[in-house]
């Protein structure tokens, strides 16, 4: 069980890394190519007729994937915390928390299946690169599957500690 369970935290480190990698690496890229594009604007030195379909690829994948990163670590802001406080009993606070994380699980089930619907049926390509519309919208189903794993991992945990002895009785 206990390897189990490192294998587990090795695999959370490494998707969270690899998410923020991608949405550092999209920051920066779009920093640079917003600031270009503004300069070319004032010296119109090259054309950068390009630049409508790298942003919209960099700015789908940084939010997206920062999006997933932030379900990893429940990093939303959420208005729930100040119900849960008013809560006294700690089974029900899990049960509240587990209530909660059914609705974020539906959430994230949904978009995950529209998004990848969508990415499934685009066809059609970018105009000046040709990179397939589906490259651009396949973050969404990506992320919406992380979400609806780390959803689920949360209602598990939520249960877990339900059903643990000595957490005052429900």
Same mark, same amino acid.
């Given at each position: 069980?206990?390897? +189990? +369970? ?14 923020? $990698? $991608? ?14 594009? =503004? ?16 942003? !919209? ?5 940084? =939010? ?36 909660? !994380?059914?609705? $974020? ?14 990415? +499934? ?9 040709? %990179? ?16 609806? %794993? ?16 000595? !957490?005052?009785?429900?």
């Amino acid at each position: 069980m206990e390897k +189990m +369970m490192h294998a587990m935290a090795f695999a959370d480190k490494a998707i969270l890394g690899a998410l923020k $990698v $991608v949405t550092i690496v999209s920051f920066v890229f779009l920093t640079i190519l917003i600031a270009a594009n =503004v300069i070319v604007r004032f010296f119109p030195v090259v054309s950068l007729h390009w630049f409508d379909e790298i942003v !919209e690829l960099l700015y789908a994948y940084l =939010v997206f994937y920062g999006a997933a990163a932030l379900w990893i670590l429940r990093g939303h802001i959420s208005v729930g915390d100040w119900i849960e406080k008013s809560i006294e009993n700690p089974r029900r606070q899990h049960l509240y928390r587990m209530f909660i !994380e059914f609705l $974020v699980l539906f959430f994230a089930a949904v978009f995950f299946y529209y998004s990848l619907r969508l990415t +499934m049926l685009a066809l059609d390509v970018t105009n000046v690169f040709a %990179i397939p519309k589906r490259v651009l919208y396949s973050c969404m189903p990506i992320a919406g599957a992380i979400m609806v %794993i780390y959803s689920l991992r949360n209602i598990i945990v939520e249960v877990i500690q339900i059903g643990k002895p000595g !957490e005052g009785g429900a």
